[in-house]
T-cell receptor, first 111, second 113 residues
Framework: QKEVEQDPGPLSVPEGAIVSLNCTYS??????FMWYRQYSRKGPELLMY????GNKEDGRFTAQVDKSSKYISLFIRDSQPSDSATYLC???????????FGAGTRLFVKA | GAGVSQSPRYKVAKRGQDVALRCDPI?????LFWYQQALGQGPEFLTY????????KSGLPSDRFFAERPEGSVSTLKIQRTQQEDSAVYLC???????????FGPGTRLTVL
């Protein structure tokens, strides 16, 4: 079993929809949680960074961490065709530098 | 400012050849990471440098893989006697001091025939 599980999709939604992406993990030592966006043939780009449990909002993006359930989510409001990409969750232990990534969810937003 | 750059962007190698992949991190970034990303998968950690010191190489798949960062800036990932299973995108990332966020380069796509 992988340390981080993420549904690979693809997920297809109409423009303007609210998108919900999520990951589960097994290692309770993870304290730092990230979401990256990766366009085709590009490197991952950091979207959201959260420490421990709670919510964080940045524009149309909201990240949630529930450490008791070992579950993290990324919500995208008013989705746009330009949001079409692969979304990767990632996490790191306190004091660690080895970042563990999920497999990524491919998102398609149709105009 | 300039981001992380990697070269070459694409590399085709015959099985058994040696390859060298280069990473130029963002100026001033002390931490440097290498990842391997197979098709349809997330990046897998290979190795980590803090300045010129290689602090973790636990993710290197075999002793055919070797990474160095001799002057604490540019890094090279070398793969000896390439095999077909080495075909993947190799990503480099760097982080500034006292930060956990990583900035990724565009990757080098390696195809071993």
């Amino acid at each position: 079993q992988k340390e981080v599980e993420q549904d690979p999709g693809p997920l297809s939604v109409p423009e303007g929809a609210i998108v919900s992406l999520n990951c589960t993990y097994s290692n309770s030592a993870f304290q730092y949680f990230m979401w990256y966006r990766q366009y085709s043939r590009k490197g991952p780009e950091l979207l959201m960074y959260t420490y421990s449990s709670g919510n964080k909002e940045d524009g149309r993006f909201t990240a949630q961490v529930d450490k008791s359930s070992k579950y993290i989510s990324l919500f995208i409001r008013d989705s746009q065709p330009s949001d079409s990409a692969t979304y990767l969750c990632a996490m790191t232990r306190t004091g660690g530098f080895k970042t563990i990534f999920g497999a990524g969810t491919r998102l398609f937003v149709k105009a | 400012g300039a981001g992380v750059s990697q070269s070459p962007r694409y590399k085709v190698a015959k099985r058994g050849q040696d390859v060298a992949l280069r990473c130029d991190p963002i100026s001033g970034h002390v931490s440097l990471f290498w990842y391997q990303q197979a098709l349809g998968q997330g990046p897998e950690f290979l190795t980590y440098f803090q300045n010129e010191a290689q602090l973790d190489k636990s993710g290197l798949p075999s002793d055919r893989f070797f990474a160095e960062r001799p002057e604490g800036s540019v890094s090279t990932l070398k793969i000896q006697r390439t095999q077909q299973e080495d075909s993947a995108v190799y990503l480099c990332a760097s982080s500034p001091p006292r930060a956990d966020t990583q900035y990724f380069g565009p990757g080098t796509r390696l195809t071993v025939l």
